[in-house]
């Protein structure tokens, strides 16, 4: 497995901070007889320096034996109830999209309320004029349905490089896809039939 620049460098770093801390936690006599690395932290340290010159640097071999063994074991006793969120994060992610419906039909209320005072006033002064709502209808479908058509795959390409294939991931985003071809469609039809 070949590790990045980035990562052989924070490796380094971790492995001298590493170093610096067993020796600032030894004693005072041993920290002064060794002022600097052990002969085994300089060995380890110029070992990983070459390596990372040739291009053949592992994680491997910037872990010492001990976290090695202990990282082999936890790996052999891993379960899944360990990657389980706590009850009030998955809780919270649940409230998220009830809380942002409730938030946009309570903004839209308002905004309809609003218009309707509006209206009422200008009855009550007399200068009230029916106007038409002039929406362009072919617009509206074609902004939804191209909107919803990138979505789809959106999400899809999302849940793939997020969880991969092995749950039927690319699945996700096939009902706003869909939804979004229906669009289009019906603004291709809708904008035949206006033109007859």
């Known amino acids: 497995m070949r590790i990045s620049k ?6 380094v770093v971790v492995l001298i901070a590493a170093a610096a801390f067993f020796l600032s936690c030894a004693p005072r006599e041993e920290r002064n007889k060794n002022r600097f690395f052990s002969k085994e932290a300089n060995e380890m340290m110029q ?8 291009g053949s640097l592992t994680l491997k071999d910037t872990l010492p034996p001990d976290m090695e063994k202990a990282i082999a074991e936890r790996i052999k006793t891993v379960k899944l109830s360990d990657f389980t969120p706590h ?9 998220i999209p ?4 409730i938030a946009f039909f309570a903004f ?21 004029e029916r106007r ?23 999400i899809s390409i999302y849940m793939v490089s997020a969880f991969g294939l092995a749950s039927r991931t690319i699945t996700a985003g096939i009902v706003p896809l869909f939804i979004g071809i229906a669009f289009l469609v019906f603004y291709k039809l ?6 007859k």
């Open 132 to 154: 038409p709502l002039n929406i362009k209808w072919e617009l509206v479908f074609l902004f939804i349905g191209l909107v919803l058509s990138f979505v789809g795959p959106g």
């Open 108 to 128: 839209l209320i308002v905004l309809l309320k609003l218009y309707h005072m509006r209206v009422m006033a200008m009855i009550e002064k007399g200068n009230y």
């Open 47 to 54: 070992t990983i320096t070459e390596k990372m010159k040739n």
């Open 87 to 95: 009850p009030s994060v998955m809780i919270a992610a649940l409230m």
């Open 190 to 195: 809708y904008s035949d039939i206006k033109k």
């Open 98 to 101: 009830i809380v942002s419906v």
């Open 6 to 11: 980035k990562q052989t460098t924070l490796a």
